[in-house]
């Protein structure tokens, strides 16, 4: 049972670092950690957790369609989960995406130091697991999760380089089907 002190959003909400924005400080607040989980946010379905949501730029260029989906079905990251979602049978409404990191940073694909990282993660992140054995996809949040000591699953990130999108998908896929 969530009560106000383990209410991820009021987390949310109530964390802030020097040097990055909110998502309330940018126009995208909401019954969400992150805005993503407007369409992945099944409490119960299987979690996957990334380093970010988006950038500040991109978020603001993008404000229609992430203020309607809350999320970009065109850009690499996205188009691997529809894959990987593919090959598992499941729908987006199944599953529950969250970053590490809550906040917003000033531009895209920014390295978020691990202590930031960190900090968003004990102060809001902690409190979505509700039980869940997370899938790591990418290396900054399986390293948040290992530091924490959690249980999860590593795999690459659906952004990674080197891989085509379907090979990307399969690796996923892989670890979905682990969870």
Known sequence: MRNENTDPIRRRRAFSLPGYKT?????????????IQMTSGNLTGPMLISKDWLDAP?????????TKQGYLPGNPYN???????????LARADIYITPVFALLTAKRSSVIPAKDRRASFEAVGQYELLGRRPIALGTDAASVLRW?????????????????????????AKALEAA
């Not at 998502?23 to 805005?35: I, K, M, N, Q, T």
């Not at 924490?148 to 996923?172: C, K, Q, V, Y």
């Open 23 to 35: 998502l309330a400080e940018e126009g995208f607040d909401g019954d969400y950690v992150s805005p």
């Open 79 to 89: 188009r691997v989960i529809d894959k990987v979602l593919a090959l598992v049978g």
């Open 148 to 172: 924490l000591g959690i249980d999860h699953i590593e795999t690459i990130h659906p952004s990674a380089r080197g891989l085509t999108f379907d090979d990307r998908a399969r690796r996923i």
């Open 58 to 66: 991109s978020a603001n260029a993008n404000r229609a369609i992430l």
